[in-house]
């Protein structure tokens, strides 16, 4: 048996000892691969937005200053965790050795993205970030990362741009766990809060794929029902604030087996609580949710519910990911909406 | 079909107009009796532990001062809903008056704990709190509160003395969710973190009724190790500190099917996630737990568990929890135990 803590990379936690890497001030990432692990050869970091808005607020958007303080990070750090706003990020880069024991199935040359947070990612610059200018979240870079035995890495697909898998990859659990909640419970009516976003797109088509026959969309303004409609993912879209929960309630009208909140702002917990039917599921994606406003939501209001923490991680998640981007042309439509948002 | 909003007090707000009572900053107490509401003469408040010690705190432990500040607080919010903590507490009286389309199934002259939190209802005060010196949570008073269509009650037992129901109720919603996940998973392994408290012995209690036969007790202390050994309700009992993820994995051995939080302090996310095994559910009962921290902990491990919201309602939990604090002398002991630490 597999002692529990392997691959964990405890043992490039410096500081304090004894923490897991993410919980960690400072992780060592020049030492040797060890043999659980994988050397990537990094190509560009695709920083967080909370943590880049954070950057550029502090620097007052003066781009230079920005490359200095993620630099200042790196290097006192051992990984792109921003201290303030406690996040990350993801990274790209080519393969560049396999240790032994690597469970990843990884091999050197090839393209990946890391679906582990850089908070937790051992990273070292090597080039001193002199191709970024500071302006932005994706940072050209070269430099080297380790992944543990039980990070997550995913190839890198040869039909789609970078960016767009990227943009895949940083959703990629939502529709995962809508796929599976809608497979076990059976349920035939959904209902996605934030439903015109890249994880709420997802989520859609996840929950049409997996047979439910009543996709409810909910967007906050006219112009994204537009776009939402313009889809065909949804069969009703409704527009509602869903910090709203009465409004939510409202739009969404009888109520759904399942809702999935996507909306990344607080507030969101009892809206998709009132709409949801009793003996149903809730699934919150939104890092925003509050645990105590979805608890006593659920009890002030009498409400049978199962509440899930949207996991980010479940097997396979990269790969039915990508395949409902490739197969839905209206996912694809709203994630070019959204980057030019 | 009854409309979603029913029973929920919205036309109980006074300010601001529109939300949830719970959300709202003030409760209108004092009008008539709708239809489908239940008036309690209230005979006491049970304050939430965190609200009274912040008063306390705030007040420099003088009675008479915390008397002054929960009186002002109950008549200018029309609830008891301490601003500073956001946490109100639980009430005991008499049903005095029921609308015509309650469904509580409340008559008059039954006494009842509300099983809804304090910051939700209705209150006022019509004895100015004379009868309490302000020393302690138990505030006894004179007053009326109102209970919505969809509030939650409980006849108090006449077998059991009303600190104990109350303690019961407080934490009755974590034995029946343990007694539903584990019946629904026909999971075998459990292990509860926190398990010589309150909630924690009714969880350990409820797994075994449900079929679990490796029960696992994870306490901070040997004092409390002792404790729960004579209870005999958990199979192993082991010592750590929640907060620690390896020695929590470390003492627990063998993954778990399921893990129950209810150790009270924030930090526990990444040791439960740790504990359990590859497929099976962590729930979540503390109000500390980090959303993030379990959803991006869970990530960060490529841990494909289910993760549950500790619903504070689930349909018969009361008497769920009232005959596992009857049948089982050990959690009865651990109850009187908590009580005098």
Redesign the interface.
Known sequence: ?VH??WG?G?DRVVEPV??????AWRLDPDSDLRTDEVAIAVRRLNLDAASYRQLADEHANNGLAIRDAVLEIIRTRGKMHNPVT?SGGMLIGTVEEVGTDSVLGLVPGQSVAS???L??TPLRIDDALRNWDGSGEQVLCAGRAILFG???AAVLPADLPEEIALSVFDVC?APALVDRVVRETKARSVCVLGAAGKSGSLSLAAARRAGATRLVGLVPTEREADNLRATGLADEVVVADAR???AV??VVG??VQVSVVCVDVPGCE?GSI??TAAGGTVI?FS?A????G??????????????????????GHAELALDLYRSNAGVAHLFATRGRA
């Open positions: 048996m529990v803590s964990l405890l004894g923490v897991l890497p993410q919980a406690g679906l582990v947070s908070t937790l039980r990070s997550i659990g709203d929960p009465l309630s409202t009888e109520p009892h009132l709409a919150f890092m949710t509050s645990f105590a979805a608890a006593l939501g659920a009890e002030g209001m009498a409400a049978d519910l199962t509440m899930l923490v949207g996991n980010g991680y479940t097997p």
